[in-house]
């Protein structure tokens, strides 16, 4: 599962349009059904940009889907291979936890290996209405 997810959010990653920082993300969203979604992140000229994990996530629940497994997150300098693991932002750690379970793995990828933490590890006082 896990290697299917870091491929998809790899191949997410090309479809980046990041003009601006030079920095491409690219994620892949499992869906309690088994469905992958994918997104990038993309760029406007004022900074303002909507991240891969968003992107991913706000498809698959326009397509009706509210529970999630797992997410697959890669990202770097544009053009290159990433270097170190990209860690989702904290707009997106909690637009996450509007629909996923503390348990829920977020998967952080790069060429030689990833790293795996769960919502509540990295967002450990989100909150919910």
Not at 3 to 19: D, H, V
Not at 107 to 122: H, N, Q, S, V
């Given at each position: 599962?896990?290697?299917?997810?870091?491929?998809?959010?790899?191949?997410?990653?090309?479809?980046?349009?990041?003009?601006?920082?030079?920095?491409?993300?690219?994620?892949?969203?499992?869906?309690?059904?088994?469905?992958?979604?994918?997104?990038?992140?993309?760029?406007?000229?004022?900074?303002?940009?909507?991240?891969?994990?968003?992107?991913?996530l706000?498809?698959?629940?326009?397509?009706?889907h509210?529970?999630?497994?797992?997410?697959?997150?890669?990202?770097?300098?544009?053009?290159?291979?990433?270097?170190?693991?990209?860690?989702?932002?904290?707009?997106?750690?909690?637009?996450?936890?509007?629909?996923?379970?503390?348990?829920?793995?977020i998967?952080?990828?790069?060429?030689?290996?990833?790293?795996?933490?769960?919502?509540?590890?990295?967002?450990?006082?989100?909150?919910?209405?």
């Open positions: 599962m896990y290697e299917e997810l870091i491929q998809k959010a790899a191949e997410a990653r090309n479809k980046a349009y990041a003009p601006y920082s030079g920095f491409s993300v690219g994620a892949a969203l499992l869906t309690a059904d088994g469905k992958i979604y994918c997104g990038s992140n993309v760029e406007a000229p004022s900074f303002l940009a909507c991240c891969a994990e968003r992107n991913a706000y498809k698959a629940v326009f397509d009706g509210r529970n999630f497994k797992a997410i697959a997150v890669t990202g770097g300098k544009a053009g290159a291979e990433p270097e170190d693991i990209c860690p989702p932002c904290g707009i997106c750690r909690q637009a996450l936890n509007e629909f996923c379970d503390p348990e829920f793995e998967i952080m990828a790069k060429p030689d290996g990833y790293f795996i933490k769960t919502l509540a590890e990295l967002l450990p006082l989100g909150f919910k209405e």
